[in-house]
């Protein structure tokens, strides 16, 4: 969520649907001194991968609506912004958020799939989208990601 804010901001601040690198450079490092200048082409770099922002022409635009992200008095991202999350693990938040119990149970619940119903034969990231969408949680945006985890066999 705090990627998602970090990005918006400077597009509800200007109210632009788009805008060059320079300009969010600028806007990250000189402007809010959130971070460097590296820092935040980095950043961009991320936001482009993660899908949150899209590159064209020289312009990024945001593939969300940053009028929809709430922008706290005196937000300032953290450094956790530049480290990318396990995705398995933001799946199995996910999947126990939707269902209101404790990750510990969405994990056992995995074990058993790969267990009982595979005979140890699958992957866990493969039977988290089983899960998924069996709970009905949106999924698509850790295929790429656990593609890379099952290429490499764990």
Known sequence: MTLQTTIAAPF????KKGMR???LVYFYALDRKWMS???????????EEDGLLK???GVYTVLFDPATITIPIGFKPSSAIFTRDDPMQELISQIAKARG???TEIVAEMNKIIKEQFDGNLLP???LVLMAKKYGVSFTQYLDPFR???KKGG
Do not use: C, F, G, W
């Not at 509800?12 to 109210?15: D, F």
């Not at 200048?37 to 936001?47: N, P, V």
């Open 12 to 15: 509800r601040h200007t109210r």
């Open 21 to 23: 690198k320079n300009e």
């Open 37 to 47: 200048s590296d820092q935040a082409t980095s950043l961009l770099k991320r936001a």
């Open 55 to 57: 590159l064209d022409n």
């Open 101 to 103: 119990v404790q990750e």
């Open 125 to 127: 990231p493969a039977a």
């Open 148 to 150: 890379e985890i099952m």
